[in-house]
C-alpha cells in the first residue's frame, strides 16, 4: 500500500500550505512513527521568539518571529528535525531554505536535519552543513513512495539515533592526529629477509642437516614464497590505553592462504598483542616507536597440521616454541607505518637422547591503516 495516495500525489502541485501538510507530510511523519510512543515527540507549529543568532540573555521584549510547522525528534537521546511545508505555487528557493534553516539551527530548536516540501519535491538538508549545502535528498513527488527508503535511511528513529548519536574521546590521545583509541581497518606486512638454524645439543648443525634432510628443502622453499609469492595481510586490529595509561596494539593475521591462517590459529599466533613503554606513538619516521610480544605454543604429537599450500601433515613430534616479535611504528597523518623482526624457536622431542631445536628470524616492513 502506498504511504501518499496516488491522487494526493497528482494534485501535489496545486495544494495550498495547508494541504501540502496533510495530505503529503502527515502520512509520511505517521509512517516514521514520531510522536505514537514514548521514545519520540512531535510538536507542531511551535513558536520560537527570538532571534537564533541571539546572543546574551533573553528579556520579555523578545517576540515571536515565527513557527515550525514540525519538530519531531527522539525523547532521551540525540536526534531531531524540523519541517517546513511550502504551497505548489511557492518554488524552493534560496529564501526558503534559509527560512527552513533558521529554524532548525534555532536556539530553541538545535535540530540536526530540516525537510521542505512544496507539493512537487521532498529535500532534506542537514543543519550543521548549512544553509547553502545541497540537499542530502531530493524527491520529486512523484517518486516519494518509491524512495521513500531514502527518507528512512535518515529520519527512521533507529538510523535518526545512529546518525545523530556522539561519543566524546575522553582519553588521552594516541598521539597527534589520533584519539586514545583507533581501529585497524586492514594492513599488510612484507618480508625482507630470513634466516634459519638447527641446532642439536646446543651445536649448529644447520649445514650437515641441510644436505641430508629432504624436509628441509621443502621448508626453505615454503620460505622463499612467504617472500615472494603471497602478500601477506593485517585482517584487522586495535590501539587502544588501558586502564593504566598503557598504548595495547592488537592485531589479527590472515595468513599467506587458508591453510596457513588454520596452522596459524592451532598455534594461538593468529591473534597478537604488543605492549609498549612509549607514553605517544611517534610521529617521526626517524624515531619509531618500539612494541613487543612474546608468545608460547605447543603442537601435541600427532596433530593434523595444515601447511602452506593445503596439505595436512601429521606431527611426528611434540613441538613447544615461542615466538618474539619486535615491531617500530609510526604514524605520519594516515597511515601507520613501520618494520619488524620475529624470532620463533621450535623445540621438538625426539626419541633420542639430544636435544633438537630449530630457529627462524624474518624482518620486513608493515604498513596499517587505521580508522579515522
Known amino acids: 500500500m502506498d504511504l501518499i495516495a496516488s491522487y494526493a500525489i497528482a494534485a501535489g502541485p496545486t495544494y495550498n500550505e495547508t494541504e501540502v501538510r496533510y495530505y503529503l507530510i502527515d502520512p509520511l511523519i505517521r509512517h516514521l512513527g514520531y510522536g505514537e510512543d514514548e ?17 546574551g540573555r533573553r528579556s520579555g521584549k523578545d517576540v515571536p518571529l515565527g513557527k515550525a510547522d514540525y519538530l519531531a525528534g527522539l525523547k532521551g537521546a540525540r ?11 511557492v518554488a524552493i528557493t534560496n529564501l526558503e531554505v534559509e527560512q527552513a534553516h533558521s529554524y532548525a539551527a534555532h536556539a530553541q530548536v538545535g535540530a540536526n536535519y530540516f525537510l521542505l ?10 543543519t550543521l552543513s548549512g544553509p547553502s549545502a545541497q540537499p542530502v535528498v531530493a524527491i520529486p513527488i512523484a517518486e ?13 528513529k533507529v538510523n535518526l539515533a545512529r546518525l545523530c548519536k556522539v561519543e566524546y574521546d575522553r582519553g588521552l590521545k594516541l598521539c597527534n592526529g589520533l584519539g586514545s583509541a583507533v581501529n ?23 649445514q650437515v642437516l641441510r644436505a641430508n634432510l ?30 593504566n595509561g598503557r598504548i595495547l596494539a592488537r592485531a ?44 608460547d605454543f ?48 621450535y623445540d621438538i622431542a625426539l626419541p633420542v637422547p639430544q636435544s633438537f631445536r630449530m630457529e627462524i628470524e624474518f624482518t620486513g616492513t608493515f604498513k596499517l591503516v587505521p580508522d579515522l
Open 298 to 345: 605447543s603442537i601435541p604429537q600427532g596433530t593434523l597440521m595444515p601447511q602452506l599450500m593445503g596439505e595436512v601433515g601429521q606431527m611426528a613430534n611434540t613441538v613447544d616454541g615461542g615466538l618474539f616479535l619486535r615491531i617500530w611504528m609510526y604514524f605520519n597523518g594516515q597511515e601507520i607505518i613501520g618494520e619488524f623482526h620475529a624470532s620463533s624457536h
Open 117 to 126: 516540501c512544496n507539493g512537487h519535491e521532498l529535500r532534506i538538508y542537514e
Open 252 to 295: 589479527q593475521m590472515s595468513g599467506a592462504t587458508e591453510p596457513n591462517r588454520q596452522g596459524m590459529e592451532m598455534m594461538g599466533i593468529d591473534q597478537l598483542s604488543f605492549t609498549t613503554a612509549a607514553k605517544f606513538i611517534s610521529i617521526d619516521a626517524d624515531n619509531l616507536t618500539l612494541f613487543e610480544t612474546i608468545k
Open 214 to 243: 629432504p624436509q628441509i628443502a621443502q621448508m626453505e622453499q615454503q620460505l622463499e614464497q612467504l617472500k615472494n609469492v603471497f602478500i601477506l595481510r593485517v585482517e584487522s586490529g586495535r590501539l587502544e590505553r588501558d586502564e
Open 39 to 55: 521514545t519520540s515527540y512531535l510538536d507542531l507549529e511551535r513558536v520560537l521568539k527570538y532571534p537564533y543568532f541571539h546572543i
Open 144 to 156: 516519494v513512495n518509491q524512495r521513500f527508503h531514502e527518507i528512512e535511511n535518515i529520519l527512521s
Open 79 to 89: 536526534g531531531s528535525f524540523v519541517v517546513e511545508a511550502k504551497a505548489g505555487s
Open 184 to 206: 585497524l581497518r586492514s594492513g599488510f606486512y612484507k618480508i625482507i629477509d630470513q634466516n634459519y638454524r638447527i641446532f642439536v645439543d646446543g651445536e649448529d648443525h644447520t
